[in-house]
């Protein structure tokens, strides 16, 4: 197991949230109305917090192999949205701490560690 921080950065478009609807179903207006979601308070459209949920997962099976889909445990907490635009750098620590940050603000604490 390597012990480095591994880590990725990935831009986030509207394209992005409009195609991750579709494969999970969730039609929640606040992730493609730019307006409502202004109207709301939010800087823009917020993304799917399980498609970053899902980035933190990519890092692990990096990390942890085969081992982490049978002994894997993520705990995540979403501190703050995020909209098209953002650069968010996902990482995961070599003590399993993970977190995703924008350019703005840190967006989801956690940890992914094997059991």
């Known amino acids: 197991m390597s012990q480095e921080t591994l880590r990725r950065v990935i831009p ?3 394209a992005m949230f409009d195609a991750y609807g579709v494969l999970n179903g969730d039609n929640d207006i606040i992730h493609y109305d730019d307006q409502f979601a202004k ?3 939010f800087r823009g459209t917020l993304g799917h917090g399980l498609m970053y949920t899902a980035y933190v997962c990519d890092l692990a099976a990096k990390r942890y ?3 982490w889909h049978y ?16 650069n968010l750098e996902v990482r995961l620590e070599p ?3 993970v977190a995703c940050q924008s350019q703005f603000d840190t967006t989801l604490v956690g940890s992914a560690t094997l059991a």
């Open 39 to 41: 109207d709301r308070g």
């Open 12 to 14: 986030q478009t509207q």
């Open 95 to 97: 003590d399993g701490t």
């Open 71 to 86: 002994r894997g445990r993520l705990t995540v907490k979403y501190v703050r949205g995020v909209c098209p635009g953002d």
């Open 65 to 67: 192999g085969a081992d």
